[in-house]
């Protein structure tokens, strides 16, 4: 067996959870400069499996034992590949609005999208209603929102509502400050300030979305 490849284990019936990287042959080195040809098929925990590109034999190798670039390149096959994941969840993702601002926060966090946050008045405003039907209600901002927002209701009736969902939505019409309603704010993961929309002049769908859109390409 070749000197790089004595700490590796020959991977027969190896069981792994994680997904598969589709990488291209390179010059692989370990910590002691002994170089070999192969593909990185799979990392798993600690470990990678590598398949020689000479005979297609699989082996599993400690990555600590690789060189500091080989290393690099894992992380940075590791983070493409959990992009691609997640874009592929993301589209099959169907967003629901929900009036859980810790939920909201935490979904944001795990998919890094952006919270739309919706300052309304459901039981007495006008513009609110016209907005929710002529925009959040339609087939095209729907679609927009299941690969782009998290979608967050903070109600403000003038009925009666859950005395933890007034505090909740209290808390956050002083954190986020606004002068009528409707108010719609985009923030993003960390909750810093993408954009505020105030009223709403009569838009479409499309043109709303155009309006985010611009918030979110900066």
Sequence with gaps: MRPFLK???????????????????RTWKNNAGKEIQAELLRV???????????????FILPIDSLSEEDQKYIKEQQATLAKADQKTQLSSRKAKWTEDWDKARKESKETGLP????????????YCTRLKAGV????????????NLILMTADFPRGSQKKSVQKQNAKLKAEYPFGGYPTVFLLDSKLNELGKFGGYGGDSAKEYIAKLESKLEK
């Excluded at 700490?7 to 042959?25: C, D, F, K, N, R």
């Excluded at 798993?44 to 699989?58: A, E, F, M, P, Y």
């Excluded at 919270?115 to 006008?126: H, K, P, V």
């Design 115 to 126: 919270i739309l946050l919706f300052m309304t008045g459901s039981d007495w405003c006008g």
């Design 136 to 147: 959040f209600e339609q087939s095209a901002f729907k679609r927009f929102a299941n690969k």
């Design 7 to 25: 700490t590796i284990v020959i991977a027969v019936g190896l069981i792994v959870t994680s997904g598969v990287i589709q990488a291209q042959p």
């Design 44 to 58: 798993d925990g600690d470990k990678v499996r590598l398949q020689l590109t000479s005979n297609r034999q699989v």
